[in-house]
């Protein structure tokens, strides 16, 4: 049936609860409220208090009996309302959700999967469009997946709930509802750690994720240059391979990414890129990203997020080399 991102996040969530009684649901608003975006609407009526829990607002204490319940055998999905606010929960998230594998030599591991609307573009305030895919990333023991369309939401949930290890979901609120597509009711997987290559192209290759697939999909339509589009998925683990494969088909690559240029997932590309497909470049890689200072007010958003315009001079530069 034809889903957004709300409805595909929220179908992904109730098949898996069926599926495994031990998963359980926490956070400010989720229950009656159906937490601030409704993505767990009917979730309450349905499993009840004792798996659709209301917490206060609290997110160190969140992410920490989260942590608990899980140690403790159970399956918890928290949900924190905005990405700004998982900074008051990193201490729990970087020192034990992340460490307690290798804390316990495997004896132990933590199957969590912390929820959280991230990026811009729809005139929030501040702590409300941040976008901390690489905070999150660069610890290690934390899998970041981060989806850009209903269909991949919902199988990247289900493969997610299917782990023993904590994944970080980041939804992007600008895509919650900005298009349907047909996603299937059933319960399917769609592989973390697999890149999705959206396009076939010779010219260049443009590697993007979240938000950004959408508007880079648009201008490269537009503009009909022969390029292809890599969707990430997954921010850790990088699919190295798709990336790698794609550098060296065209031999010119642009990253385009929502957080900020400085010591970002497109710098970790790029990294990557120059240290195993160096010599089969064309040209040096770009990036397109936000600027690296704090997310502004809404009436600068505008002028702050890579748009088409930014995307399309990219384009034209690294084709005229």
Known sequence: MMMNMVSAINS???????ENKDMVLLGEDIGKDGGVFRVTEGLLAKYGEDRVIDTPLAESSIVGAAIGMALAGLHPVPELQFAGFMYLSFSQLVNHAARYRTRTRSAMSLPIIIRTPV???????????????????HPGGIIVVEPSTPYDAKGLFISASHMNDPVMFLEPTKLYRLFKQEVPDSMYEVPIGKASVLREG?????????????????????KKVSAQVIDLRTINPLDEKTILDGAKKT????????????????????ARIAE????????????????????????YEQYYLPNANRIGAAIDKMLSV
């Open 276 to 299: 195993k497909a160096m010599f089969e470049l064309d040209a040096p890689i770009m990036r397109v990203a936000s600027p690296s200072f704090p997310y502004p007010f809404p009436a």
């Open 12 to 18: 992904a969530m109730d098949l898996c609860m069926q």
């Open 119 to 137: 990026s811009g573009g729809v005139r929030t305030l501040e702590h409300h469009s941040e976008s901390p895919e690489a905070f999150f990333a």
């Open 251 to 270: 031999g010119k690559v642009i990253v385009v990414h929502e957080a900020p240029t400085s010591f970002g997932v497109g710098a970790e590309v790029s």
């Open 202 to 222: 010779e010219d260049l290759t443009i590697i993007t994720y979240g938000t950004m697939t959408s508007i880079v999909s648009d201008v490269v339509e537009k």
